[in-house]
């Protein structure tokens, strides 16, 4: 229908070699009148790309958080406008081990994210693995080797906690996400940064994981319940996640203990989907996870396509957002 060569179609659509314009315009207008599209498996073994680009996750975690779901929304603009797909990569550790299972993933890269201390993830990529860009920093030993996007989650933590010594509280208990990811360890740093600037006593005990793969809500509400019921002396909470801080809400409403009257709760969160269950509204500190998956997006996509590009890392600000759930704190409270 065109009047050309089978290679002459090939061309116009790998766009491998120069094909002058009133003959694309010619093949493109006979492929439109047979409703023909290129099979994808063969484009993508002639031009060796996929154009699809990974979103790898830690096995275990299948349910988004709003921070996952605001990420993947900034991927997803980068992808629609540079043209990639996106694929939600995450499979059970027993499949990952049966080599029945076991094949390349058929991505041209991959966003990684929660890297972990000891990450299989990183420990078993090999020269042939597509590129990588990692959200959060990646494992100490291999921090160089990467690209990454992330929070100063150190300066982040150290400013969640001055804001509320700054309101007079000297005790706070920090309800940190599980010890295997990074982001838990920095905050760690940083929470006790400021506290020990600030001239005050660090209480161990008032600092505590999460365990690795349990309910954040739960992990709030019974790690809650338990130090109030202990009697422990803090009269603020700096919580890991929204989720972490809802289940704090629910503990306090257990045990009667007010908010903010008796209680300071502040949260790592990112426009949290439970608004309508935080009742007063929460403080907390807003990660700009929207920007930081496009930006992770944009950065591994210059790296595919110039795949000399220099290791680099860019840390997105965070900001505190003041409502209701804190308030100034003195020994008479």
Request: with cysteine; net charge neutral; charged share 25%.
């Amino acid at each position: 229908m065109a009047g050309v060569s089978k290679g002459t179609v090939s061309n116009v659509f790998t766009q491998k070699r120069a094909v002058r314009k009133e003959v694309v315009d010619r093949v493109l207008r006979a492929a439109h009148e047979l409703n023909f599209k290129p099979n994808y498996w063969a484009r993508t073994l002639s031009m060796k790309e996929t154009r699809i680009i990974g979103l790898s996750m830690q096995a275990e975690q299948t349910k988004f958080s709003q921070f996952h779901l605001s990420l993947i929304n900034g991927v997803l603009q980068v992808c629609y406008d540079q043209g990639y797909r996106l694929l939600i990569n995450t499979r059970a550790a027993d499949h990952k081990r049966d080599l029945r299972h076991s094949t390349t993933d058929p991505v041209d890269g991959e966003i990684l994210l929660d890297p972990q201390e000891n990450d299989e993830r990183f420990i078993r990529r090999t020269e042939t693995s597509p590129p990588a860009v990692v959200v959060g920093r990646p494992p100490e030993a291999l921090g160089t080797q990467f690209c990454y996007v992330d929070n100063d989650s150190v300066a982040s933590a150290k400013k969640a906690t001055q804001f509320l010594i700054d309101l007079g509280h000297r005790h706070i208990l920090f309800l940190n996400t599980p010890k295997e990811r990074t982001v838990s360890e920095d905050r760690r740093r940083g929470y006790e940064s400021a506290i020990h600037q600030a001239g005050y006593e660090i209480h161990p005990e008032l600092h505590i994981y999460e365990r690795l793969n349990t309910h954040s809500l739960e992990y709030g509400q019974t790690t809650t319940r338990e130090m109030l019921a202990q009697g422990r002396t803090f009269s603020a909470i700096i919580a890991g996640s929204d989720k972490i801080a809802l289940g704090v809400y629910q503990a306090a409403m257990e045990m009667r203990v007010s908010i903010p009257g008796q209680l300071s709760v502040f949260a790592f969160e990112n426009d949290t989907v439970f608004t309508s269950e935080f009742c007063p509204p929460l403080t907390g500190i807003t990660l700009n996870a929207e920007r930081i998956g496009s930006e992770a997006a944009s950065l591994l996509i210059e790296r595919l396509r110039n795949p000399s590009t220099p290791t680099v890392y860019r840390l997105i600000p965070t900001e505190i957002i003041i409502r209701e759930s804190c308030r100034i704190w003195n020994a008479r409270n």
